[in-house]
Every structure is written in C-alpha cells, then in structure tokens.
C-alpha cells in the first residue's frame, strides 16, 4: 500500500486513486460496474440490428424503395455524429455517470416513438434523436468500465463487456423471427421501452468517474467508492485524492488534434469509421439481400444471427490476444479475413457455405469492434479518456451515415448483391492500413505545459 500514497505539499496524506483501483482484486463491485455498463451497451446492438431485421417489413408497410430506406437507416447515425462529441466531451467535465443515464433516457424514449410513426419524416426525426442518445452510451460505459477494473483485467473485462453489441443484435434478430409475423414491426418497436428499467438501476448502483469525484473534490464520495473497490483499503478525512494524471480545468478537446495525439486520433477514428460502415451497413441489409438471392425473410434474418453468435468466440479471444500479442496484430489478423467472408457471400451458392462465411464476417467484424474502444482507452490520459473515445467515436459513426445510404443507392440502381456485398467489405482494407499507422505507445500526458 506504500507504493499508493505519498506526501502532500499541504502535509496531507496523498493517494492515487488510479493505482488504488488498477491494483485492487476484480470484486463484486467491479462486477457490478460492467454488468450494467454491458447492459447500457446492448442498446446499440438493438438500434444497429432491430432495424435491419425489420426492414424489409417496413419498406412493404412505408411503400419505400432501397434508396429511401438506405437514407432512412443512416439518419440515426447523422444523430450519432452530433451526439459522440456532445457526450463524451460533456461526460469529462461534469461527469460520466450523468451524461450515460441522459444518453439512455433519450435513446429508449425515442426508439419506442419509432413504433408510432405515420410516415418517413417523422420516423426520421425520431431516428435522429435515439441516436443523438445512443452515442452517450457506449463510449461512456466502456471509459467507466475501463476505469474502474483492475489493471491487469482491463483489455479483457473492456472487450468482454463491448459484446454487449453483439447481445443486443442477437435479441434483435430472435425478437424478430419469433414474433414480425404475429405483432408486426410497430409493436417490435414499441417494446423497446423496456429497456427504461435499466435507468434506475444505473442511478442507484453505477459509481460516477473517479476523474470527475477527484476533479470536483467529492472527497466523501471517493471515499465511499474506494471501500468499495478494496475492501482492505484503510481511508480517513485527512487523506488528499489525486489521479495518476493529473486533472486538466478545461476538457481538452483541441489537444487531441495536437502535437503526436493528431495521427492517432485521425488514423483511429478513420479505423472505426470502416469497421463500423461495414457492420451498420451488413446487419442492415442483409436479410434483404438474401431476399433477393432467394432466400426467405426468416433465412435473412437467420444471417444476422450467425453473424452475431460468432462474437461470443471472436471477442473474448481478441480480448485475450490483445494482452499478449497486441492490438495491432489482432487488428492485422481481424480486416482480411473480414475482406475475403463478406465478399464471398455474395458469390457461394451452397447455403451452409454462405452462413459460414457470414460467421467469420461476425468473428472478425465484431472482434474488431470490441476491442476498438478499449485500445483508444489504452492510447490516452485517464483526464480526457471520455473525450478522445467520444470524438474517435462520432468519427466512426460517419461510417454508418455513408454505408447504407449507399447500399440503398447501388440497389435502386440494380447493381448486382455480389457486387453490394464486396463494396461493404473494402473499407476493411483502409481500416488495416489505418491501425498500422497509429503510434505506440502515447506522449505523456498533455498537462505537461501547466
């Protein structure tokens, strides 16, 4: 414990909250921590897939083409693009906890309202609000998760609790076989709002960022949470709390672009913005796709499962893979073989073939994804960790806003599905190129100018 506390200038007894929580025992509070941060984060699989699953059932029911559905898919994310930076920013100078709960309020109220739309406009507005919400939860639950877990549990509890996308896209294609025919897509949508529960729940148990405490200097809070986080741990009210970086006065956005954060955060953000194109446009129109190969709704919506149940094995191993050999070498491991799965989809006749192909498009597509947020958490000081990943992630979802607007277009323009389904897959070539630009490991932290 001596190694955890130091002297103050004031005569006051010094501790690192950052080393007291990297080196304390994974517990039921780090538990707790994740399990509803994972919660949090199966809302994105739900707004990613839902969609997809129900499409071709709306466009019936809307009168739509694929151009306007395509456009229809992407305008949550345009919501998305806003909401990332508004977040994570915010998160860093009023605190984590706070801006989640608001993101997920936000996100489940206007996903339910979907399912009350009278047509493409207000459907859209609707979109563009959840997804406004949606971008203040996963970027927030994986820096919370990432905060509060042991050191050397970190990258693999981070990427465990990211599969949370992958059970929110699982739920969604489930929902969707077992009751589209029987309730339609309104009551699908409807019932979203169940997902509210989770709200108190986070008030009530989820711990707010030690940044924050530290910063506003919410010492009884600290106290409380560092109990909790090492039962063994000895605090009194004569202790000084203080972060392994120290806190800034201003959240910092603009250092993310400076000096040698800029290539990172660049070549990062171009990462995510290609794996997520990629697997918002996929899971969107797949079912579709393979209705037009030939296939029933049922089998479509069957893709999106394979694609998702791979995640189960693809995460945890790209989790334990990135504590041993690296993210990097996960990453150069992950794209081509994303390349190859997807564009073969298209081309193989055999339906086993074709699910097997799909399966591996998850492994890798998914893996990739789990394992992003968590290794830009890696790259960047505790003091603006939420602003980096909320930025890298407004940037990634660009991608999401391009993908299936353009799918829909090349659709409508009756341009082969083999041909779609290769145009999904190239930005795994830009993204593989991209992580191998990014620098390891980061500069110190950026307060070193005051």
């Known amino acids: ?64 083409g694929p151009a306007e559905a395509g456009l229809l898919g992407s305008v949550g994310h345009i919501g998305a693009v806003i909401g990332a930076a508004v977040f994570g920013i915010a998160a860093d100078a009023i605190g984590r906890k706070k801006m989640m709960i608001i993101g997920m309020t936000i996100f489940i109220i206007f996903s339910a309202a979907c399912g009350l739309t009278q047509g493409v406009v207000d459907f859209a507005i609707y979109r563009l609000i959840a997804g406004f919400g949606l971008a203040g939860i996963v970027p927030i639950a ?150 037009q190969r030939g296939y029933s709704l049922t089998m479509g919506i069957t ?26 070498k996960v990453f150069s491991i992950y794209m081509p073989i994303l390349f190859i799965s997807i564009s073969l989809i298209g081309v193989i006749q055999n339906l086993t073939g074709a699910l097997i192909c799909m399966f591996f498009a998850g492994f890798s597509a998914m893996g990739a994804t789990c394992i992003l947020l968590p290794y830009v958490g890696s790259l960047y000081p505790m003091n603006f960790r939420s602003s980096a990943m909320g930025v890298i992630y407004a940037i990634g979802r660009v991608g999401p806003i391009i993908g299936p607007a353009l799918a829909g277009f090349m659709l409508a323009a009756e341009i082969s599905v083999p041909a779609v389904l290769v145009s999904i897959a190239a930005p795994s070539v830009v993204a593989m190129i991209a992580f191998l630009q990014v620098k390891e490991p980061p500069l110190h932290s950026v307060n070193r100018n005051g």
């Not at 399990?35 to 499409?55: E, Y």
């Not at 394979?306 to 790209?318: D, E, H, M, R, Y």
């Open 303 to 328: 893709f999106i499962l394979v694609f998702t149940g791979s995640n189960f094995i693809s995460t945890p191993l790209a989790g334990w893979l990135s504590g041993r050999i690296g993210y990097k």
């Open 1 to 64: 414990m001596t190694n955890l506390m130091g002297g103050s200038p004031r005569g006051r007894l010094q501790v690192n909250v950052t080393e007291v929580i990297d080196s304390s025992s994974f517990n039921a509070f780090s538990m707790k921590v994740a399990l509803i941060c994972f919660l949090a984060i199966v809302f994105d699989g739900l707004d990613s897939a839902l969609f997809g699953t129900i499409l071709p059932a709306i466009m019936a029911d809307m009168k739509m």
């Open 142 to 291: 994986v820096a919370l998760v990432f905060e509060y877990t042991p050191l050397k549990w970190k990258s693999t509890i981070s990427s465990v609790s990211y599969t949370g996308i992958s059970v929110g896209v699982l739920l969604s294609a489930l929902v969707s076989i077992l009751l589209l025919s029987s309730v339609g897509w309104r009551t699908i949508m409807l019932g979203t709002i169940i997902g509210i529960v989770l709200v108190p729940v986070a008030i009530r148990h989820l711990p707010e960022s030690m940044t924050t405490l530290v910063n506003m200097n919410k010492n009884e809070s600290i106290r409380e949470v560092l109990k909790k986080v090492d039962t063994q741990f000895v605090t009194n009210e004569d202790q000084e709390y203080i972060l392994k970086e120290a806190p800034t006065a201003k959240v910092p956005l603009k250092t993310l672009f400076q000096d040698g954060y800029a290539g990172n955060t660049l070549f990062l953000g171009i990462g995510m913005l290609s794996i997520m194109m990629i697997t918002v446009t996929l899971t969107t129109w797949i079912a579709q796709l393979m209705v």
